[in-house]
């Protein structure tokens, strides 16, 4: 891996002192990355690492969302409402894997589309438990007893603990023969199958976890927001995912937080231009698809070529690519 | 008792008859070739064999279990591994992890797989079998970096890493060396010596007619002929299969 | 009664412009492998053409017309084939999806912020008055549009079932390696396809430009429409999404008139539920093998 695990340590040293440094909004826009990160590590699985398309992401984001929101008006502490809403965000997404076992692309691709607009649909009308179209407000952030994260501040630590649970849980999962059984998939699925992997058990797995990351990002967003509305779960949040792990860099480690970085700041450089950097977006999308299919972890990977040595472990269950 | 049984075996493909009740059937320990021109159905028979395709009609029989229409991970585990006419591996991994994912499935269960990273078995294997076919020293290569001897010599690899009971060989000669070509014949002698049964592919005659011992003849679809290397040179209905008339 | 003949006459209207759309997307996903996303997009774009030949140059009908199916087989036909997807193609599926989703963005928004966020009107081509049947009345717009989409449609099919070219497009879309082998040229015909698919999305814009307002985020709906139809009347026959094409329409209206405006497109979906569950290649579909 680029960055190597003693660097990424050292990120995780610097974005600790953060809070010092940075103001108030700025802070946030940090927040909100590493809460984009966690939801692109999930959506790198299911599409990078495994080969689906997933355009539904928004909708197992919701779940975690909700959840937290739901539950945390009726008392229930934050920590809870995360595990509630990454249980069901895994539990849908192995419901969308049983089409993706029997589908191709289009179809899959068809198949999450309406899951997004169900879910939508849902939320927007089930009034009672939702809010509809008003959503939830003043959702509550987690306290441990007199203890509380409440400030933005303290808040930040909170997402940057869950954060680094969610890469190193990716770490885990794909250093291990089920993230060779997910490359397989993806380099060559016919083959992969005819040597024994089992199509139907990894691709759900895909989905599942990929989703469940979706949950965990979600419960952290509702707080940070503070308010919640459907609004912010259409069909335009999946895309806006899809991109993000795509401009970063598909089924490579360093993609989604290289992607999530690149969403995030972009409309804050281009502010005060609000059509214009969604138009920039776009160009920049179709340019890297011509030009460096492989995402902008293309160019890290320039950068680090001459550090990197011909005997860091890259075969068996060694560090993910 | 037959090690793999074919009973009439048939795939439409919309409204063309690739296969059209095909049947034969393999002992164990044998060395049996298929032949016929090209289109004749030969890979689409080892396509729905293996699981790659689904028959739309007929039988396919293991080692006395009906295995037709499963998919290809099941018949993998049944103990059936094949190589492929155009190479099929994963391009950007490794050679060695092209070698493991092909051993990876067959022990313990998918969650031992997340658990447990030590597999020293299964990569001495990988090793001992890239040593025994002549590529060894390239694992940490990825796969598309290998010449093409070289990599159908790691697709040979591959399928050899289950310990399979039946190797389905489709082409392996298509495009290599005669110096090659030689030692891919002695390696398969060698392991069929050591009870492995195969069933080969192939459009090399003077290949065929060495390695096999029995022949089975392939024409648009239909079983045409069977017999020794001999019978098969002398039989009107091949030679009138591949020159015309 | 009366009421519901002519509300599938209007649902039929409708739907005839959604099944050019599919159709299109059908052709383009058979001969090329390409799922346009942004195919909408591909309606939208020569909608303002027209209403920039139309209203502002106040061209003759027939003129700002075929002026309009100029720009999109040029621009969205040839340019986006040439410039985009003789290259993603080899790549496999997924850049190119990836692209004609930059490719909606970028034309969408380009719309919105270099010519208007607003909605334009635009003339009716046929007029408006009802015409009596019995106790049916419908518009001549309707029956224009119908008969319109039907020339159209009646063409392609004739064009693809009975010329050279035609046979040519559908060995490529069974078989592209085979096709080749026998001595088409591949590349010429996917160009061609998607100039066909630029033709089929300008006259769907045509037609569908007084019926809906002409406004950058049309192609939304449009385009997701088009999906649609093609998934639920079969993606890999023209047949299939021309049904697919009028259901969709049919369905809209008359959900539309009887149920409430909540449930209207979860009924949809629940339909595109069935289908994907029930039978997934599409109504009249064709299973698809790993082949």
């Known amino acids: 891996m680029a960055l190597g695990r003693l660097g990424l340590v050292a990120v995780l040293v610097l974005s600790v002192g953060l809070p010092i440094v940075l103001d108030q909004y700025k802070l946030y826009v940090v927040s909100l990355t590493l809460v984009y990160v966690i939801l692109a590590i999930g959506l790198n699985l299911t599409l990078g690492y495994a080969g689906q398309i997933s355009l539904c992401h928004a909708a197992f984001m919701a779940f975690g969302s909700y959840a937290v929101a739901i539950l945390g008006r009726r008392g229930v502490p934050f920590e809870v409402g995360l595990v509630v809403g990454v249980a069901v965000a895994f539990g849908w997404g192995l419901v969308l894997g049983f089409p993706a076992l029997k589908v191709k692309h289009h179809y899959l691709a068809m198949v999450t589309l309406g899951f997004n607009i169900i879910v939508f649909l849902v939320l927007r009308n089930w009034e009672s438990l939702t809010g509809g179209s008003f959503g939830i407000s003043n959702v509550a952030r987690p306290a441990w007893g007199p203890l509380s994260f409440k400030s933005d501040r303290a808040f930040y630590l909170y997402i940057l603990a869950w954060a680094t649970v969610a890469v190193a849980s990716a770490y885990w999962i794909l250093s291990s023969r089920w993230g060779r059984a997910f490359r397989a998939i993806r380099e060559n699925e016919m083959r992969a199958e005819v040597v024994g992997v089992s199509l139907r058990n990894y691709k759900l797995m895909a989905f599942a976890i990929g989703a469940a990351y979706a949950g965990m990002g979600g419960a952290l967003f509702a707080p940070l927001l503070g308010y919640i509305d459907p609004g912010a779960y259409t069909l335009d949040r999946s895309i806006q995912f899809l991109m993000m792990v795509v401009l970063g860099g598909l089924g490579r480690f360093e993609g989604p937080f290289i992607g999530a970085l690149v969403v995030t700041v972009l409309p804050e450089v281009l502010r005060g231009s609000e059509g214009l950097y969604l138009i920039i977006y776009a160009l920049s999308v179709i340019l890297m698809m011509l030009f460096m299919p492989k995402g902008l972890v293309g160019l890290w990977d320039l950068a680090w070529r001459s550090s990197r040595s011909r005997t860091s472990p890259s075969t068996s269950s060694g560090s993910p690519r | ?245 | 009664m009366a009421d519901l003949v002519q509300l599938c006459v209007a649902g039929v209207s409708i739907g005839a412009i959604y099944a050019m759309a599919a159709i299109g997307f059908v052709l383009l996903w058979q001969t090329s492998n390409t799922i346009n996303f942004a195919q909408g997009e591909f309606v939208v774009l020569p909608a303002f053409a027209m209403v920039l030949f139309f209203v502002i140059f106040r061209l003759p009908f027939a003129v700002a017309m075929l002026a309009t199916v100029l720009v999109s087989t040029l621009l969205l036909g040839v340019g986006v084939k040439e410039l985009l997807v003789a290259r993603l193609l080899k790549m496999g599926v997924l850049p190119l999806v990836i692209a004609t989703i930059g490719l909606s963005l970028l034309i969408r928004y380009s719309l919105q912020q270099f010519w208007t966020p607003l909605a334009l009107p635009f003339p009716a081509i046929f007029s408006r008055d009802p015409i009596r049947l019995g106790t049916i009345v419908v518009s001549l717009e309707e029956i224009g549009n119908i008969l319109f989409a039907a020339v159209v449609i009646g063409a392609l099919q004739l064009f693809i079932t009975r010329t050279k070219l035609g046979w040519a497009m559908q060995a490529v879309a069974q078989n592209r390696t085979l096709a080749s082998v026998l001595g088409i040229n591949v590349s010429r015909l996917v160009t061609i396809t998607f100039v066909l698919n630029a033709a089929l999305t300008a006259v769907a814009a045509i037609l569908i430009a007084p019926v809906y307002l002409v406004k950058y985020d049309i192609g939304v709906s449009l385009g997701l429409k088009a999906f649609y139809a093609a998934i639920i009347g079969g993606f890999n026959q023209i047949r299939g999404a021309l049904l697919g094409g009028l259901l969709v329409g049919v369905v809209e209206t008359l959900s539309a008139a009887y149920i409430s405006s909540h449930f209207r497109d979860a009924f949809a979906l629940v339909i595109l539920i069935a289908v994907l569950l029930l039978k997934p290649e599409g109504i009249w579909g064709v299973k698809e093998e790993w082949a």
């Open chain 2, 1 to 245: 008792m037959a090690l793999l049984e074919i009973e009439n075996l048939t795939k439409h493909f919309f409204r063309l008859s690739a296969l059209s009740r095909v049947s034969l059937s393999v002992e164990p320990g044998e060395l049996l070739g298929v032949i016929g021109p090209n289109g004749s159905g030969k890979t689409t028979l080892f396509n729905c064999v293996t699981g790659v395709l689904r028959p739309s009609d007929g039988h396919v029989r293991f080692r006395g279990e009906d295995i037709t229409g499963r998919t290809a991970d099941t018949v993998y585990h049944r103990g059936i591994a094949r190589t492929f006419q155009l190479i099929q591996l994963f391009p950007e991994m490794t050679v060695l992890e092209n070698m493991l994912v092909a051993t990876q499935e067959k022990e313990g269960t998918l969650l031992s797989r997340l658990l447990h990273r030590e597999e020293p078995e299964a990569t001495v294997r990988a090793l001992a079998l890239l040593e025994f076919l002549g590529i060894a020293g390239l694992e940490e290569n990825p796969a598309s970096n290998l010449s093409y001897g070289q990599q159908k010599l790691l697709d040979f690899g591959m399928a050899l890493m289950s310990d399979p009971q039946l190797i389905l060989l489709d082409e392996p000669m298509a495009g290599v060396n005669p110096t090659m070509i030689k030692n891919l014949v002695g390696h398969i002698l060698e392991l069929n010596a050591r009870g492995y049964t195969f069933v080969v592919i192939e459009h090399n005659m003077e290949v065929v007619m060495s390695l096999c011992r029995r022949i089975v003849v392939l024409s648009q679809g239909e079983r045409i002929a069977e017999g020794t290397p001999a019978e098969i040179a002398d039989n009107p209905l091949v030679l009138d299969a591949y020159f015309g008339r």
